[in-house]
């Protein structure tokens, strides 16, 4: 960092000589802003981490975050529920990727949204649907069983740790389900009719050709769905607490309760942060190996497989997937929406929309945070776009010394689990100097910091598309820099990010692990609204909630389909 | 007074030297390509004049004022200058009227001026009737006519091609390459030309410098780089030729199997005795049935191969008591059969002695 400081102002003088470059200021800009936003608060969490009672330096942080058997009991439960949630994941999604992708299962297209639809829904929402669908005793799956079969009691517990796992599995799945899609949509019918001709049979093929070329992706997949799992917040708050399970989140979170110990907090981090940083890496690893260059896109024509009667059972299958991820938990979702009582089931007495009276008109706290959300999210999106748009631009066209440097602060905090990064933001910025707790403000740069690396990754996939020749061409005509920005890159780019900011418009008004420790009571936003109710227990307004963020999200994703494209929240 | 001149480029990457103590001084209007094979460091060479790029050494100067130097540079945007890209570069977002009239609003014309000198300029490009067109509604050749039209409606001081012709197909290339000499001609602008196909830059330019491995070997006119190469990689190059050693004597240059009299070359100032190599044209070359009687020269030679082309043929043949093969092309009249006999004389043009 001390080097790449010192040599912007030569970079600055020199070109002062003929013309002094305003644009490069403005980049300097950048470089304080990524500092700001990424650099600090991680630096400021490793220093708390490391800083004792007496303000020296000592590990007793560290002694005390994992001194406890049960703390640290919480970090290994955290390593099995990811890799359960992640197997789960596995058994979800590579048989509907390979159907839809490959053979001539029907309703194709329909399992297809119906991931789509998964993708979307957060997973609290899917957490508290399942909640009232597989409860022990009150859970309509278990009134159902009872009411069919007789008996004390149903056999669905979902406050266990199966439970737990499968339930966060049932909305990580989509990721493995569109890399292992993609990797196979890009695989040509030929490589698996050479197998045909030279004597495999179907089985045969999948197994030893189609499988291994897909492996990379299945496996970079995987990890992502492990670190997400390991990373939830929402799901376990509401189902391993009453189900007296402990994981690593929750654990954090137990820091922020009285007594606060934000240190603590910030080693015990640490782990969670480390397996994060070395599982990324391994992933990056095994996604660039060139032996697969066969994953290239091109040769001939591609012709769905004739799987013959087993397409049926296939199609049962996904049938089931898409009725317990989507389907089931929406309908009781609105069912509980629109109910004086959600356990007295469907009936016209007992339909009301007085939940949505109550949420919409009558309750400010659940009004303002839906306005809360809605402001934080577009402002964070808005300045993920801009900051995301320069980082590329700068990186690219190797505007200032280090490229990256820059790229890498502004890639870094896809690194840092949420929950993790709210506790870097508080270290550094909830107190003095900048005494920013409970504002609206600390919680929009906690969300720009997440979200920056999808914006920059798109701008820079987006800058790197434009031949640069179009803005030289500008330059040699006579127009400045700003000039090829303004009238040609940022029109030609307008597109690419449009969609990126409905994109982190999207994932930020659900964002909950990030805004958990950053939000005050005038700045609520409703995924913490969410959670904070569940603990009393009124599922009817809480689903009515649900339903409305899910009726915004989906007008959103739509308008992102009508002008990017139907691909562009899934497009890899 | 040169208008543009460019002294001791240097440009290194690291420790690897890209352009290698370059000199170039173009006239007021004169046409002025860069040829030589990719990687020689003529678009580098090109990207310097357009001030995209700062020179590691040496200097720019356009109308005798310093424009790039190893401590900084002009931007490009004020150097006055237009360029007509590889990839043409018309922006997509703009239609044909705004791509053009571009350069113009950024120098603040008056709208109605911005508005005449465009459609003034389309006409002249034939593209008059596109001028609310998108790009991706053109042709690839109307997308070129477009950069053309783009570059010279602002008169630039120099006028800058970055091997405008490579992405068109074979007839429409002819086509181009006569229309950018037309509009050069008609605008009389200084004109920098960057390509690697040395018939496109023979039948463009008024000067062609040959570049190789970041050097310059030669600038001459093309009909001095075919006829007179100073340099082996020049001559070997542009187009095709039969490269001998021999040795010099006194009245002639004595090669295996035959020898080139005196007055179908100059020496070069070496002296009798020496060994050179000799630059002989295939068109240099001329096959006649019986020994001609004005050219007690001649040297009989066996037809060891022949290729018809259709505009003339190709022999190749080898004096009778040497295997020393030489390249010969023969009008299509001029037809021996494959190992028979002819007599072989020579012309002065098409015959260099490399220094």
Redesign the interface.
């Known amino acids: 960092m001390p080097a790449l400081l010192t040599r912007m102002p030569a970079l600055l003088v020199s070109k002062r000589r003929f013309h002094l470059d305003l644009t490069a200021v403005g980049f300097l800009l950048l470089i304080a802003v990524l500092v700001f936003l990424v650099a600090n608060p991680i630096i400021r969490m490793v220093v708390e981490s490391l800083t004792g009672a007496d303000g020296s330096i000592s590990l007793e942080r560290y002694a005390q975050a994992f001194g406890r058997s049960r703390y640290v009991q919480a970090l290994w439960t955290t390593l099995y529920l990811g890799m359960t949630a992640t197997a789960f994941s596995l058994i979800l999604a590579l048989p509907m990727a390979w159907g839809v992708s490959r053979t001539n299962m029907p309703f194709r297209g329909f399992f297809n949204l119906s991931v789509l639809a998964a993708f979307i829904m957060p997973p609290f929402l899917g957490a508290i649907a399942w909640i009232l669908l597989a409860g022990p005793n009150a859970g309509w799956l278990n009134r159902v069983w009872m009411d069919v079969f007789g008996g004390e009691s149903g056999p669905f517990n979902l406050f266990s740790f199966w439970g737990l796992a499968m339930v966060i599995a049932l909305y990580a799945f989509p990721l493995v389900y569109i890399f292992t899609k993609s990797a196979l949509d890009l695989i040509s019918t030929e490589l698996e009719d050479a197998a045909f001709i030279h004597g495999a049979g179907r089985l045969d093929t999948l197994r030893r050709v189609t499988l291994p070329l897909v492996l990379p992706a299945i496996c970079g997949a995987a990890i992502l769905v492990f670190l997400e799992s390991i990373a939830l917040y929402g799901t376990p708050v509401l189902i391993a607490i009453p189900a007296r399970i402990n994981v690593a989140t929750t654990q954090i979170a137990t820091f922020f309760e009285f007594p606060l110990r934000v240190e603590v907090a910030a080693a015990y981090a640490m782990p969670m942060l480390a397996t994060t940083v070395v599982l990324l890496v391994v992933q990056r690893l095994l996604l660039s190996r060139k032996g697969y260059v066969s994953v290239s896109g091109k040769g001939g024509e591609r012709r769905p497989l004739d799987i013959g009667p087993w397409k049926w059972l296939l199609a049962a299958y996904c049938g089931l997937i898409a009725a317990i991820t989507v389907v089931v938990p929406l309908v009781t979702l609105l069912q509980t929406a629109f109910s004086r009582a959600w356990g007295r089931g469907l009936s016209l007495d007992n339909l009301t929309l007085d939940n949505f009276k109550a949420i919409l008109f009558e309750q400010a706290t659940v009004r303002d945070a839906i306005i809360n959300t809605m402001v934080y999210a577009g402002s964070a999106a808005m300045a993920c776009v801009v900051i995301g748009v320069a980082v590329a631009y700068v990186t690219q066209r190797r505007l200032l010394p280090f490229p990256g440097v820059i790229q890498f602060l502004a890639l870094a905090p896809f690194a840092v689990p949420g929950i993790v990064l709210a506790v870097a933001f508080y270290a550094a910025y909830a107190g003095p100097p900048f005494s920013l707790y409970g504002s609206g403000l600390l919680i929009i740069i906690a969300f720009v910091t997440r979200f920056l690396p999808i914006s920059a990754t798109a701008a820079t996939a987006a800058v790197r598309s434009l031949n640069p020749e179009l803005e030289e061409a500008v330059r040699i005509i006579g127009g400045s820099r700003y000039t090829a920005l303004s009238r040609v890159v940022v029109p030609l780019l307008s597109k690419t990010l449009f969609g990126s900011f409905i994109l982190v418009f999207i994932i930020a008004t659900r964002e909950l692990s990030t805004a958990v420790f950053l939000t005050g009571p005038n700045s609520r936003v409703m995924s913490v609204l969410i959670l904070d109710l569940s603990e009393q227990g009124s599922y009817e307004e809480l689903a009515a909630i649900g339903v409305v963020m899910l009726v915004v999200t989906t007008a959103v994703v739509a308008l992102g389909m009508k002008f990017v494209g139907r691909d562009f929240m899934t497009r890899r | 007074m040169s208008k543009l001149v460019l002294e001791g480029l240097v440009k290194r990457y690291g420790g690897t030297a890209v352009v290698k103590d370059l000199d170039l001084a173009l006239h007021e209007g004169e046409f002025v390509s860069l040829l030589g094979p990719s990687g020689c460091g003529k678009t580098t060479t090109l990207r310097m004049i ?3 790029m700062d020179p590691t050494e040496g200097s720019i100067r356009m109308n005798g004022e310093l424009l790039s130097s190893a ?13 007509i ?3 043409y ?1 018309i ?3 703009m239609t044909v009227g705004e791509n053009v009239g ?2 113009l609003a ?2 603040r014309q008056p709208k109605a001026e911005v508005r005449k000198r465009v459609a003034e300029i389309l006409e002249i490009v034939q593209l008059g009737h596109l001028i609310d067109r998108y790009p991706a509604e053109l042709s690839g050749g109307q997308q070129q006519r477009v950069a053309l039209a ?2 010279i409606v ?1 008169r630039p001081q120099v006028l ?1 091609l970055d091997e405008p012709l490579s992405n068109l197909d074979a007839n429409l290339r002819e086509d181009m390459r006569n229309e950018i000499r037309r509009l050069h001609d008609e605008f009389g602008m200084t004109t920098v030309y960057v390509t690697h196909d040395q018939s496109e830059a023979m039948a463009i330019s008024d000067r062609i410098a040959v570049i190789n491995e970041g050097r310059l070997e030669q600038i001459d006119s093309p009909w001095a780089l075919y006829n007179r190469p100073r340099t082996r990689f020049v001559a070997e190059f542009i187009g095709r030729t039969n490269l001998v050693e021999g040795v010099l004597q006194d009245s002639h240059i004595q090669c295996e199997g035959f020898s080139i009299t005196a007055d179908a070359f100059e020496a070069n100032g070496k002296r009798a005795g020496s060994p050179v190599a000799v630059s002989i044209r295939p068109q240099a070359l001329q096959l006649h049935a019986e020994q001609p009687l004005h050219d007690r020269s001649a040297t009989p030679v066996v037809i060891r191969r022949r290729t018809y082309l259709g505009e003339h043929w190709d022999y190749v043949v080898s004096p009778l008591s040497s295997s020393t093969e030489l390249r010969a092309s023969a009008p299509p009249a001029a037809a021996f059969e494959q190992g028979g006999r002819a007599w072989m004389s020579m012309n002065r043009d098409g015959i260099a002695v490399l220094p």
């Open positions: 357009a001030g995209f401590s900084g540079s002009t931007p490009p945007e004020k150097r006055g200058m237009s360029m890209f590889q990839s570069a922006w997509p977002n571009f350069g950024v120098r783009r570059a602002v800058l």
